[in-house]
Nanobody, 115 residues
């Protein structure tokens, strides 16, 4: 059974930082492209950041320079470091694992950026 377990969400003030973790089980982690997506109320789910199994990264324009995605294949875990958070970063954030073998999602974790 595939599981993606996210942690690290919460309430933070504008300008603050958060770090997400997503621990995967039930997949050969190193074979998967790992991504973080988010969905704000009334909006479609959008890509935030993605890291290939080779370590290449890409980011949404709105988070470039503020967010950093990384992975630890030995721990089957992907991370998202979020700095300089803005109110418009408020959303539910989802971890995603994607490969030809399958496409899996975490349960989502809420981030609220507010003073």
């Amino acid at each position: 059974q595939v599981q993606l377990v996210e942690s690290g969400g919460g309430l933070v003030q504008p300008g603050g930082s958060l770090r997400f973790s997503c621990a995967a089980s039930g997949i050969i982690f190193r074979l998967y492209v790992m991504g973080w997506y988010r969905q704000a109320p009334g909006k479609q789910r959008e890509l935030v950041a993605r890291i290939s199994n080779g370590g290449s990264t890409n980011y949404a324009d709105s988070v470039k320079g503020r967010f950093t995605i990384s992975r630890d294949n030995a721990k089957s875990t992907v991370y998202l470091q979020m700095n300089s958070l803005k109110p418009e970063d408020t959303a539910v954030y989802y971890c995603n694992a994607r490969a030809t073998m399958g496409d899996y999602w975490g349960q989502g974790t809420q981030v609220t950026v507010s003073s």
